[in-house]
């Protein structure tokens, strides 16, 4: 009898070392119509971002809910944490205005 020796499948989250699901990531992408063409790299680098975004701020949540002499972590650790500092509150700050200048449509004369 012959043993059939199978490739193991491995994911690409796996691959990339990630702990966010790059296959979500991709069909979140997928779903928002973002592109008519979308290749494989943009999921796991997005993947990655929104990987090391959230560990820095869950790094500073801790940090903040251990000098306040808690050892759980509450909304108001969150809260605090993004307020001290600058550039998570200004990459966060809930405004309207787009960080991107929008660019003028062209006239249709």
Do not use: C, Y
């Amino acid at each position: 009898m012959s043993k059939v020796m199978r490739k193991q499948n491995i994911s690409r989250s796996r691959r990339a070392q990630l702990q966010f699901s790059v296959s979500l990531v991709d069909h979140f992408l997928r779903e928002g119509n973002f592109s008519q063409h979308l290749s494989a790299s943009p999921s796991g680098f997005l993947a990655g971002v929104l990987e090391s975004l959230t560990s820095n701020i869950l790094d500073l949540t801790s940090k903040e809910a251990h000098s306040s002499g808690k050892k759980l972590i509450g909304s108001e650790h969150v809260s605090q944490a993004l307020q001290n500092n600058e550039e998570l509150h200004q990459f966060l700050k809930d405004d309207n205005q787009s960080m991107v200048e929008k660019t003028p449509e062209p006239d249709k004369n």
